[in-house]
C-alpha cells in the first residue's frame, strides 16, 4: 500500500502561481511513475502531469504545456507541481497518484492505483 497526501492548493488570482506537493509514504518501492490529476464540479478527472520515476522523464495535458511543471524529489518522497500563469479554467481539486504499471507513462486515471485526498486550486478572474 502507498499514502499520498497533497498539500500546497489554495486561492491565487488569474495569472498567478501555486505550488503543490504530494508526499508519498508506505511500499513505495513499486511505483513506476506519479501524477497529477485534477476534476472541476460536474467535470471527469483528468490528467494534467506525469513523471516516470526512473528517468524523471515528464509529460503533461496540452491545456497546461508550458504552464505547469511537474519534479520529484526521490530522497523526500515528494513528488511537485508548481503552476504558472493560472487561468479560471485550471479550478479544480488536484490530486495525486501512484501507478504500479509497467506498460509506460499514462495520464489516464485507470492506470493509477494509489489517490491522495486531493487540495482545492482556485483561480479567480
Known amino acids: 500500500q502507498v499514502q499520498l497526501q497533497e498539500s500546497g492548493g489554495g486561492s491565487v488570482q488569474s495569472g498567478g502561481s501555486l505550488g503543490l506537493s504530494c508526499v508519498a509514504s508506505?511500499?513505495?518501492?513499486?511505483?513506476?511513475?506519479m501524477g497529477w490529476f485534477r476534476q472541476a464540479p460536474g467535470k471527469e478527472r483528468e490528467g494534467v502531469a506525469a513523471?516516470?520515476?526512473?528517468?524523471?522523464?515528464?509529460y503533461y495535458a496540452e491545456s497546461v504545456k508550458g504552464r505547469f511543471t511537474i519534479s520529484q524529489d526521490n530522497a523526500k518522497n515528494t513528488l511537485y507541481l508548481q503552476m504558472n500563469s493560472l487561468k479560471p479554467e485550471d479550478t479544480a481539486m488536484y490530486y495525486c497518484?501512484?501507478?504500479?504499471?509497467?506498460?509506460?507513462?499514462?495520464?489516464?486515471?485507470?492506470?493509477?492505483?494509489?489517490w491522495g485526498q486531493g487540495t482545492q486550486v482556485t483561480v479567480s478572474s
Open positions: 497518484a501512484a501507478s504500479n504499471n509497467i506498460f509506460g507513462v499514462s495520464l489516464q486515471p485507470s492506470r493509477y492505483n494509489y
Open positions: 508506505g511500499y513505495t518501492y513499486s511505483t513506476t511513475y
Open positions: 513523471i516516470y520515476i526512473i528517468t524523471s522523464s515528464t
